[in-house]
């Protein structure tokens, strides 16, 4: 729960939305209606509009709780994440986007290359999201992560026979491997990370060498990938960490059977670490209710959303010493992460997506 200091300053924050200047202009937010302590729970204007790709039902115990906290209700737009930059760009000035939320760091380039946000200084938000997992100026922020990991059948591999994304293009891994297609952001981003760490010619190289490995053309989501190393189709997968998390916290029988054929490795342990993505976002350019804004992000970082994103999601939260309860989390929250700046990940997309299509990745 948040503090009762906290809780005030954000309807502080929606009331300065709705009076602009009077109550707001210089020095402290004061707490409204302090004799009155039942008043000032519904302030007016205290909502805000969050444009959304991250397709997990599960948020919305994110957004009712932040609404409960503070009295900002949240109108939701949910569309694909290029979808949503395009949405935002053709709105312009009237685009009433408070907040946009994506997934990966290279949408939140794309939508920063966009000029769709605004830089926003928060203190709260500094200090609780390690530098790596936001933009330098404020423009967006991570609030929750996910390793791109080595998922394989427990009857056809033993976990000692993997260790990085490298060692994949090892010809005794010829037929084995699946993974989705290139047009997916999720292997983009994993591909522009070996640029950063390998170099581009090293990476084609790679990108070469696993496409001969492949055990079919790409189809399919990461899900997909799981369920094809469980039912022999491939023995070896490479799929975000959420998918695998979320089938072995499945209650459904069927979720259950695929979990128990599988095994998630987190490669690159003894160099750089496994590759992470980020989920995240930032405030809208035009933002008709920047304070909201504002206060729900900071929200995102509080020790109880962080932690919804790991028992909602299967995500990894991205703030230091956020108490995880999901146990098959537990397991892996202290493997070695790639600390490369998210940032990095989405300026070299572009040439990740040119190098996959050149080594015949579909
Ligand atoms: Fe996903």
Known sequence: ???????????????CSALLVVACSGGEVTQPNASDPTAGNTPVNAEMNLYSSRHYDTDRALYDNFTAETGIKV???????????ERVKSEGENSPADVILTVDAGRLWRAQEAGIFQPIQSEILTKAIPANFRQADGLWFGFSSRARVIVYNKDKVDPSELSTYEALTDPKWKGRIAIRSSSNMYNQSMVASMIDADGLDATEAWAKGLVANF????????????????????DIAIVNSYYVARLVNSDDPADQEVASKIGMFFPNQEDRGTHINISG??????????????????????????????????????????????????????????????????????????????????
């Open 1 to 15: 729960m948040l503090s009762t200091v906290r809780r005030w300053k954000y309807q502080a924050l929606a009331l």
């Open 75 to 85: 109108n939701l737009i949910e569309a694909d994440g290029d979808e949503l930059i």
């Open 215 to 234: 055990a079919r053309e790409p189809e399919g989501n990461d899900t997909d990938q799981i369920s094809a190393v469980a039912d022999g189709i491939a």
């Open 281 to 362: 976002g930032g405030v809208a350019a035009h933002a008709p209710h920047r304070d909201n804004a504002i206060a729900f992000l900071e929200y995102l970082a509080s020790p109880e959303a962080q932690a919804l994103f790991a028992d909602g999601n299967n995500e990894f939260p991205v703030v230091e010493g956020t108490p995880l309860n999901n146990e098959y989390l537990k397991e892996f929250v202290d493997r070695k992460v790639d600390p490369v700046h998210a940032e990095i990940i989405g300026k070299n997309n572009a040439a990740a997506l040119q190098l996959m299509d050149r080594a015949g990745w579909r």
